[in-house]
């Protein structure tokens, strides 16, 4: 048998063939240069250093970036002097191993080849350490250069620590602005930063701006009482913050402080609920899982991040049981906000149409001492009313601080547009309030007057008026003007407030005809619930004995409009015209009810917020 095959059958080692292209492959595989400073620092934190400062600058027409710190340096040979030697021969075999495996606590790496990120930076490092004898020495090597030079630097007065300066930068990365550094370094070492109390400082020479890199704050609230991850590979630290949902919510997977992905989905076996969500901020710190050598961004799938997904899976399932408990709650308080909107937009409405046509619905109460009803008070005790009913007069009842009207602000005519026939006549109310909206009663005073048209009035200087039609159809313009006089500072003791405000009046020989059950009875502004009815056709539906109307959630209308607040809260504006609508005018054909919806929906979506 020839010799090659019996060396085949006999197996062997691996080995590199060529040590220079190993070097290249792994000093280009590095992706981010933000990480590679994250790099230089943490090798500064490694080092014992309480003050690391990056800084941004330009100098000879060429940019750099220095790292400089105050730890013990580089670890010295037996002469005292930074054993650079060591560190450019010994690439993937780093001294921070064996530290670690003697006992050392709080450093980060182990793979021996933070330095050769510079590659991904900038084309030349110079790092200089102080010896034990105070000289200070440097090492330079350059992109694409197998050979490193080490010479001694005469400084007058030697700097503690080391010190970093890679230049020029590559031209891919001249926006390696300061503060994305800032940022950065805020997140990926958050917990390093913390724990070791280090002080980071960014200098943007070129932006002339300074950032000191203090550890991400997380927004929501902090979670506590979860279940606490075990594993037989070690501890998870676990610190989690729920929040409203954004795309912006991730949970962080660390490794002794440093961040090593951003967003835990992003690894498969955690690419679902909860983690996913978009409610939960925060971090997870296991320790024990594996990095790939490589990009230090990446975990490899051994038995220690098996057991990290399985100690996280009950975490999950609790997490996911309070997420629904948030999302219950974000749906009870949206439903909640957006009935107040519409139900405040349809009291509006009932300001400016006429109240004898829009009846069914019960929105207002009768007010003490005007006729008709009030057009800001409460609603009845109807089942689903908005509002209770209003205290009766010498009730007893003291009004609260924050009950009483302040000074004038606004005034509007009920109601602000109305049709009447030709020779008749009807009464409209000026409404006074204050900056919160609150109904002002007493103090002020009212002038009325026809601005357009033909036209008489009854009681021009009062809170009601009575406006006379002539004879031949017409459009009335009526304008009121509120004025009111109040007590400010000694200086001043007296100060006119006016506020006015236009009606439109329409003179018709014709009417829309009316058929409402007046003998039925009337009911407070609906609330409205939301049944999934996928298939059905209908929209909505009015269900008179609770009072509230049914949305059909199902329906390809609700799902387009619930894509957005503002349309969601549009849709359903309309469902509410259309059911008012029906339920004040039954039995009116087809195009006087389309009149009178387009009509309601017009002056209701006027006040929809």
Not at 251 to 278: C, M, Q
Not at 565 to 587: C, D, I, S
């Amino acid at each position: 048998m020839p010799r090659k095959q019996k060396q085949s059958d006999a197996g062997g080692k691996l080995r590199i063939g060529d040590d220079w292209n190993a070097i290249t492959i792994i000093a280009l595989s590095q992706d981010n240069p933000l990480k590679a400073v994250a790099e230089f620092v943490e090798n500064s934190i490694d080092a014992g250093a309480r003050n690391v400062t990056i800084t941004r600058g330009r100098e000879g027409g060429k940019q750099y970036l220095m790292v400089s710190d105050d730890g013990e340096g580089v670890l010295r040979n037996e002469d005292g002097d930074p054993d650079f030697h060591y560190v450019a021969t010994h690439i993937c075999d780093s001294i921070k191993r064996r530290l670690r495996a003697e006992g050392a606590r709080g450093i980060q790496g182990e793979f021996g080849i933070g330095l050769l990120s510079f590659w991904t930076v900038g084309e030349e490092l110079a790092i200089r350490s102080a010896g034990a004898d105070g000289r200070t020495h440097e090492m330079r090597m350059r992109k694409g250069d197998p050979s490193y030079t080490i010479v001694r630097r005469r400084i007058l007065i030697p700097e503690p620590g080391t010190h970093l300066k890679i230049r020029p930068l590559l031209p891919g990365i001249r926006q390696f602005s300061g503060e994305k550094i800032h940022w950065y370094l805020a997140a990926e070492l958050r917990e390093r930063i913390r724990e070791s109390s280090v002080r980071v400082k960014v200098i943007d020479r070129k932006a002339r701006k300074e950032f000191l890199v203090k550890p991400r704050q997380f927004a929501g609230q902090l979670l506590h009482r979860l279940p606490v991850p075990r594993s037989v590979h070690g501890e998870v630290y676990v610190e989690l913050y729920l929040n409203e949902p954004a795309a912006g919510n991730t949970v962080a997977l660390y490794r002794n402080g440093t961040r090593i992905v951003a967003t835990l989905n992003e690894l498969g076996a955690f690419d679902h609920s909860p983690w996913k969500d978009g409610y939960l901020q925060g971090i997870i710190d296991a320790p024990f899982i594996s990095l790939t050598p490589a990009t230090r961004t990446g975990v490899i799938r051994d038995a220690a991040f098996e057991s990290l997904v399985a100690a996280l899976a009950p975490l999950g399932a609790r997490l996911i049981e309070i997420i629904e408990e948030q999302r219950r709650a974000e749906e009870e308080k949206a439903t909640r906000d957006t009935l107040r909107a519409i139900q405040r937009a349809f009291r509006e409405a009932m300001l400016t149409l006429p109240a004898e046509e829009y009846d069914f619905f019960e929105v207002r109460t009768r007010q003490k001492g005007g006729p008709g009803r009030d057009a800001d008070g409460p609603a009845s005790e109807a089942p689903g009313a908005v509002a209770v009913e209003a205290p009766a007069a010498g009730s007893g009842r003291q009004k609260r601080f924050f009950e009483y009207p302040g000074p004038l602000h606004s005034v509007r005519i009920s109601p602000a547009s109305c049709t009447l026939s030709v020779d008749s006549s009807r009464t409209l109310r000026a409404v006074a309030r204050d900056r919160s909206k609150r109904p002002i009663e007493e103090g002020v005073v009212y002038l009325w007057r026809i601005l357009d048209g033909p036209g008489r009035l009854e009681n021009s200087d009062g809170e009601f008026v009575t406006v006379h039609a002539p004879t031949e159809p017409c459009l009335l313009r009526i304008g009121v003007t509120a004025t009111q006089e109040r007590a400010t500072r000694a200086t001043n003791p007296h100060e006119t407030v006016t506020c006015e405000a236009e009606a439109l009046v329409t003179v018709t020989d014709s009417i829309l005809p009316t058929t409402r059950d007046d003998a039925g009875p009337r009911r407070g502004l609906p609330g409205y619930t939301l049944e999934h009815a996928p298939g059905k056709l209908w929209r909505s539906r009015y269900d008179d004995e609770q009072n509230i109307i049914v949305v059909n959630s199902g329906h390809r209308d609700y799902i387009y409009a619930a894509r957005t607040r503002t349309l969601k809260l549009r849709y359903l504006l309309r469902l509410f015209a259309k059911e008012m609508v029906l339920r004040n005018f039954p039995g009116l054909p087809a195009d006087d009810m389309l009149e009178r919806l387009i009509e309601l929906s017009l002056y209701a979506e006027e006040h929809l917020r």
